[in-house]
């Protein structure tokens, strides 16, 4: 039996425009996991069960452009050996004697915590090791990112980045990674809307958006890249004050970009009002996820004003290197 989990994360600061190409900051969320189990399947099929997302089918049921089905391809692939036991997969040879794969994930889908980026990441790596040929962090990173593709079609990237190096990046879609040194660690507490939220849909509004007035949402995405240099250099001199300012600037430019919602306005306005030092939203939008940023002894204050407020639940978490 092998097992491999990842976390879950959060965006500081910079979607949306981080896939114009401007920096983000993202962190990750321990909190919160997805963890893989693979134990041998006794009937030379290889079966994936998640029961957090009501899945249970065997593995050449699924279609080719499955996300899990891609991750399981390409890190056969990645490892290169023919393994043994060989997941057999549609059209492969079934002599293999095939895997259980189970997945357990306290992430919730489509909130902007990164669940599917978790998923993939412990798939490729439990996977590998299980073959004999565990893959390093670049290899787990790229096949992440291509099932990252499967499920949002222009992704930038920073989901898969963060969860495999599990640690604080200052992200520039396509430039290679940057940690980010947290001077002072913060706190956090993360409102869920409990509205599922694709990714994709506001992704897509957005470039229409973008795709009618180039020059309008350059200059916006501009000012986004603008803030999350000036957060880098707050947060690595840690200045939390100068953080929670920087993130009611950069929720007010996500709010132009018409990707936030009444929900969320409304957890982000209990925060402040609750003595947050600043809050946005963050991921996708319009559901989802929000963060405010807190002293640590306001963090209950704040949670319990969110859940007021009406989140479906809160999670307080400690940022540092
Ligand atoms: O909804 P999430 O947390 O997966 O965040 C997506 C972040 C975006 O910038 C909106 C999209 C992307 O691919 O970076």
């Known amino acids: ?59 050449d049921e699924l279609p080719a452009a499955n996300p899990l089905a891609a991750v399981i391809r390409s890190t ?37 915590l990164g669940s599917g980026a978790a998923v993939s990441v412990a798939l490729a790596r439990a996977l590998s090791a299980q073959l004999g040929k565990p893959l390093d962090d670049e290899q787990v990173n790229l096949i992440a990112y291509e099932a990252e593709n499967l499920h ?61 007035d180039r020059p309008r949402w350059e200059a916006v995405f501009d000012e986004v890249g603008e803030i999350v240099a000036q957060a880098r250099t707050a947060i690595e001199h840690g200045s939390v004050t100068r953080i929670g300012e920087l993130m009611n600037a950069n929720h007010a430019l996500l709010q132009e970009m018409s990707v936030s919602s009444r929900e969320l306005d409304r957890l982000v306005s209990a925060a402040r009002a609750a003595g947050a030092a600043g809050a946005k939203l963050s991921g996708g939008g319009r559901g989802g996820n929000m963060i405010a940023l807190v002293e640590p002894e306001l963090a209950q204050r704040v949670s319990s004003a969110l859940s007021d407020e009406g989140a479906r639940r809160t999670i307080i978490s400690e940022v540092s290197s």
Do not use: C
């Open 1 to 59: 039996m092998t097992t491999a989990s990842a976390p879950g994360k959060i965006i500081l600061f910079g979607e949306h425009a981080v896939v114009y190409g401007r920096p983000a900051i993202a962190v990750p969320v321990t909190q919160v996991r997805a963890t893989v189990t693979l134990s041998d399947s006794t009937d030379g099929r290889t079966w994936i069960e998640a029961p957090g997302i009501g899945l249970a089918a065997a593995l």
């Open 76 to 112: 056969i692939e990645a490892v290169g050996a023919i393994p043994n036991p060989l997941p057999p997969f549609a059209g492969a040879d079934r002599e293999g004697s095939g895997a259980k794969i189970r997945i357990d994930s306290t992430i919730p889908v489509a909130s902007g």
């Open 152 to 212: 949002h079609g222009t992704p930038s990237g920073i989901d898969n980045t963060v969860i495999t190096y599990a640690r604080p990046v200052y992200f520039v879609k396509g430039a290679p990674i940057e940690s980010l040194t947290v001077a002072v660690p913060f706190t956090v507490v993360i409102g869920d809307t409990g509205l599922p939220a694709p990714t994709k849909e506001s992704v897509g509004d957005l470039r229409r958006l973008w795709e009618s």
